[in-house]
């Protein structure tokens, strides 16, 4: 009788169990959807050793649990899932959410989202509630007055506006508007783009791995619609406190944002340098809406969730003498032309601006002017024309744990003479230009780096840009998405930069969903882009260790503009040890003549032929104007015998073959 009772009691539980509703027996809050950890839309495993090191986690939205509809696939310019990181995103109507898990303890949140502009262009606000586990829910009051560009370069916010140059020759009509009878119609709003921005919010305590956020788009919110693309799950550190350091509420600094601050920082940062001591920004929010000149001092916030220096942008009376018309929130060195500043030191801090249009003579940067043997650690920089604009000659500048998000025009640039300088594990999101840049006009740039960098969905041109200079490096960077008009790494000869020199070095970066559309010639470009303007490309430069992951069409393109095409080369480059995973038309796109060597790359899921190759457009009998040298360990098919060292196999806009998603080689 003793055997039978263990029978009887599990076929009683299990009887009993039939009873119980489904997750009643499940103590704590519901169960989510299974995390779904990304870096840049991809698996960890395939980016690892790649990009920036961070204190977050991101999950895409279209991984979640949703009542909205999942958007995209769609890697087309003007469209909402086109400019989403992965290319996809999750849509709430009004009443509908979306749901993540948290894979870890939490203490705080980045969204990135986008939601309708203003009829009138200008932006809305709308609310978005957020609630984790069974913590009270938030709203967090979003905004597009910072997304929604139109038109052509330099662009507007008025979706109602006519062509703003009507003599330039555009692809929706494959015309030139003004010299075209019938005069064409161009359909308004005319391209926009821009549409996405990110929030933060501190949750006010630590969350449990596994605890469900819920986004809900609320009954009654002024948006039609609400698109998230993605969440960011911080573990944010306590803030922290600068022991003998000079702070700046001793001088009238005003933490809560009601008084400007821009005087009390002045007279703080010139008594911190007379008494050699760091200035302290406690937490708070500080109004500074002009530039604060900084030049021998360290300045460090709490942390950039807790110290945010914050301002308006400020039409001037009358232009200033470099063309500006505007001022705003910014910490700048001197110029240059004035000897520049040193030992400058920034920690800790967010900078928030108010930048709505893109103006490129304005300085409305959050860092600016010159800044030698200077460093940038930990901020965040947001909503300004540029993140940090360099101009040199300086030297010995180093920026590193950094996040540049939203921005009208680039995320970084070291522009004319800047030398020996570096920006290391930062993030880059939604620039507007190039995210990270080296333009060397009128005086080259030398010895610089970008190195463990992540670099997200770029709307307009590179993800990370080389204009002219010697010994530069990009190593070991991510980048993903960008939008139209550019490539993941470009190396161009053009605006006015200063030739290529010495060594260039490009190794151990990783580019996802890359090689977008370009609309001024109507194809597709590479992952990797080398371009011939204004003069030929011949320095020493080898591209190794790359993996070029679901490019949307070729991996590497080598160009010159149909103009300069028999004027210009590009010769000397080496590819070596490359992964390409995924690539819509070819491996190598050949549009110029010159040369280039290649071992042990291997291709995989190439869309239409290897090598496309149609040199300078002649077509001569002996072939391309490029030649291929193969070094040997080359596979996958790519590169057969055929196809060496210059056989022509142009085709203009070859056939796309979406290819499958990488995975783990």
Request: aromatic fraction near 8%.
């Amino acid at each position: 009788m003793s055997r039978s009772v263990p029978r009887i009691l599990a076929a009683a539980l299990a009887a009993a169990a039939l009873l119980v509703p489904p997750g009643a027996a499940t103590a704590g809050p519901p169960r989510g959807p299974a995390p779904v950890v990304t870096r840049a839309g991809l698996d960890p495993a395939l980016v690892a050793g790649r990009g920036a090191t961070v204190d977050y986690v991101e999950q895409e939205a279209e991984h979640g649990r949703t009542t909205g509809t999942v958007i995209g696939p769609d890697r087309s310019a003007y469209t909402l899932a086109g400019e989403a990181s992965g290319r996809r995103a999750v849509r709430l109507l009004p009443g509908q959410h979306v749901e993540l898990t948290l894979p870890r303890p939490t203490n705080a949140l980045t969204v990135r989202y986008s939601i309708p502009d203003a009829p009138g262009g200008g932006g809305i606000t709308a609310p978005l509630r957020v609630s984790v586990g069974h913590a009270p829910a938030r709203t967090m009051t979003l905004t597009s007055q910072y997304a929604w560009l139109y038109n052509q370069y330099p662009f507007t916010n008025d979706p109602g506006a006519d062509l703003l140059h009507p003599d330039w020759w555009i692809t929706e009509c494959s015309c030139v508007p003004a010299a075209t009878t019938p005069a064409p119609v161009i359909s308004k709003p005319f391209r926009p783009h821009h549409f996405y921005d990110e929030q933060r919010l501190l949750l006010g305590r630590t969350h449990r791995a596994g605890e469900v956020v819920r986004l809900t788009a609320p009954r009654g919110t002024a948006a039609a619609w609400t698109v998230i693309d993605l969440v960011d799950a911080h573990l944010v550190a306590p803030p922290r406190v600068v022991p003998r350091a000079v702070n700046a509420l001793s001088f009238g600094a005003d933490p809560t944002g009601r008084r400007e601050s821009a005087d009390a920082l002045d007279r703080a940062v010139a008594y911190a340098r007379r008494v050699d001591r760091p200035l302290y920004l406690p937490p708070g929010t500080y109004q500074v809406n002009r530039h604060i000149v900084v030049d021998d001092v360290t300045i460090a916030g709490a942390g950039s969730w807790y110290t945010i220096v914050r301002g308006r942008e400020v039409t001037l009376d009358t232009p200033a003498p470099d063309g500006s018309r505007h001022t705003g929130v910014g910490f700048y060195g001197r110029d240059a032309a004035d000897g520049g500043s040193s030992d400058v030191h920034l920690s800790g801090f967010a900078i928030e601006g108010d930048v709505r249009e893109r103006i490129d003579t304005d300085q409305v940067n959050a860092i600016g002017g010159a800044l030698s043997h200077s460093t940038i650690d930990g901020l965040y920089l947001h909503h300004t024309k540029v993140g940090m604009w360099f101009d040199g000659p300086m030297t010995g500048l180093r920026v590193t744990n950094t996040v540049i998000a939203d921005q009208i025009a680039d995320g970084l640039n070291f522009h004319t003479g800047v030398t020996r300088s570096s920006v290391t594990n930062s993030v880059v999101r939604n620039s507007g230009d190039d995210a990270l840049a080296m333009w060397s006009e009128g005086t080259a740039n030398a010895s610089n780096t970008f190195a463990y960098n992540t670099v997200q969905s770029p709307v307009l041109a590179n993800g990370i840009a080389l204009y002219g200079g010697a010994d530069l490096t990009v190593a070991h960077n991510l980048v993903a998405d960008p939008v139209r008009e550019g490539s993941a790494i470009q190396v161009g000869s053009r605006f006015g930069a200063e030739p290529f020199t010495g060594r260039l070095r490009i190794t151990g970066n990783t580019t996802v969903r890359a090689g977008t559309y370009d609309l001024n010639w109507n194809i597709g470009l590479g992952a990797i882009w080398f371009y011939a303007l204004d003069r030929s490309i011949d320095a020493d430069i080898l591209v190794s260790g790359d993996a070029y992951l679901d490019s949307t069409y070729n991996a590497i393109m080598l160009v010159s503009d149909w103009p300069v095409k028999d004027s210009v080369r590009i010769d000397n480059v080496r590819f070596r040890d490359i992964r390409v995973d995924g690539a819509g038309t070819s491996v190598v796109s050949a549009r110029t003549a010159g040369g280039a060597s290649f071992a042990n790359v291997d291709a995989r899921n190439v869309g239409a032929v290897g090598v496309n190759n149609c040199g300078s457009f002649h077509f001569t009998p002996a072939g391309s104007e490029f030649a291929l040298t193969d070094l040997g360990g080359n596979d996958g098919g790519w590169l057969a015998p055929w196809l060496l060292p210059n056989t022509i196999t142009c085709d203009d806009r070859p056939p796309l073959v979406p290819p499958p998603p990488p995975s783990r080689w």
